[in-house]
């Protein structure tokens, strides 16, 4: 049944009022999620998210969508979020549904069903669209702020540095492709705990990253390959100097001062698009002992080979397992901890040097010129 956004917190309440009568449940909440749906194929998705989210973490949620259409109408659904196996509500589940013009109108309507004296949790799902406030006007309210990188273009990055820079003092951002890289960051931090390779991580010659492209990719790399080499720069003070380009039709190279960099596409059906399949790192190749360090996904999308090689310190190839998180899961792991972050935010920014002259944001709106 549709609903006028009035009639949201009355039907709320009826169904908590019934729910009382029939199993004296009591209504707990801790947070409201507002999940900002930008293409409506994404708004199944968003609402099996966050029902999973919900049994965790009893909340509001509300999955917001808008369409195109002439008459502008917001409306809404109302239920309660019920756990599979049965058992007491774990929280309001409220669907809004925008029509044209109607969008601009989401940012305070949406405020009017936030729960007060809570934490304020928004989820943007999908790319963030070009020229368009409704992410800055959607933020205003929120505590922490989710995105998933992995679903935008790669000029995307410098967008989510600024959002990053623009975030502090106001909300925490997160960003669930972050959060699926630390693993692999784990991985390659190992490559130089041992002290006879410290030294390796200050002479870096090379580093080459391949990765799985969406279809129909044209970006030099992947969101999560420059994300992670945007890591690695900032780890590792890579490249001060200039930044320049070269790119072939399945591979890019850049060159920051001594340092090469280079992103190959790999396309590969049985892991996420943009996933990183192989990273590999040279040092010292001006010396009589190079050294070389690669971890590289086996047919298992979930293995992992790691391997060292170093002169004086032999280490054999180990094999690990790295488990794949579902967005459910990583959206609650961000719920755990709704803190800046600082390393992200320095990753984001030394990514934004290095992909700004291969994938710039566009400056002027299409429509304009």
């Not at 409220?94 to 969008?103: D, Q, S």
């Not at 679903?151 to 959002?163: C, G, N, Q, T, V």
């Not at 390796?200 to 090379?206: I, K, L, T």
Request: glycine share 8%.
């Amino acid at each position: 049944m549709r609903l006028s956004l009035d009639a949201v917190e009355r039907e709320i309440g009826r169904l908590w009022e019934e729910e009382a009568r029939r199993s004296k449940a009591a209504r707990v909440e801790l947070l409201t999620l507002v999940a900002l749906v930008n293409e409506p194929g994404l708004f199944d998705r968003a609402v099996n998210v966050v029902a999973q989210v919900a049994r965790v973490q009893p909340s509001r949620t509300m999955v917001v969508v808008w369409k195109d259409g002439a008459a502008p109408t917001i409306t809404a659904d109302a239920a309660l979020h019920q756990p599979p196996a049965g058992g007491a509500p774990c929280g309001d589940a409220i669907t809004i549904e925008a029509i044209g013009a109607a969008r601009e109108w989401l940012p305070q309507n949406i405020d009017r069903l936030i729960l007060s004296d809570l934490p304020v949790c928004l989820w943007w799902v999908g790319d963030l669209p070009d020229f368009d406030d409704l992410f800055d006007r959607a933020v205003l309210s929120a505590d922490l702020v989710v995105v998933n990188s992995g679903e935008m273009d790669l000029r995307d990055i410098e967008k989510l540095s600024s959002i990053a820079g623009h975030s502090r003092g106001r909300y925490a951002l997160a960003d669930l492709t972050w959060i699926r890289l630390r693993p692999l960051q784990e991985l390659v931090a190992r490559f130089f705990d041992d002290p006879g390779c410290t030294r390796c991580a200050r002479s870096v010659d090379r580093v080459t990253i391949e990765f799985s492209p969406r279809e129909g990719e044209l970006d030099v790399a992947s969101t999560q390959a420059g994300l992670l080499f945007g890591w690695m720069a900032h780890a590792l003070s890579l490249g001060a100097g200039s930044v320049e380009w070269r790119r072939g039709p399945t591979w890019g190279e850049v060159t920051l001062g001594k340092v090469v960099a280079r992103f190959e596409h790999r396309p590969r059906r049985d892991v996420l698009p943009g996933a990183i399949l192989r990273v590999a790192i040279e040092c010292g190749g001006a010396t009589a002992s190079p050294s070389r360090f690669e971890i590289e996904r086996q047919d298992d999308p979930q293995v992992f080979k790691w391997s060292r090689e170093v002169a004086g310190a032999p280490t054999p190839p180990q094999t690990l397992r790295v488990g794949e998180h579902d967005e459910a899961a990583l959206l609650i792991r961000c719920l755990g901890r709704p803190k800046a972050d600082p390393l992200l935010e320095a990753s984001l920014a030394a990514a934004t040097r290095i992909i700004r002259p291969i994938a710039p944001r566009l400056s002027v709106s299409p429509a304009s010129r």
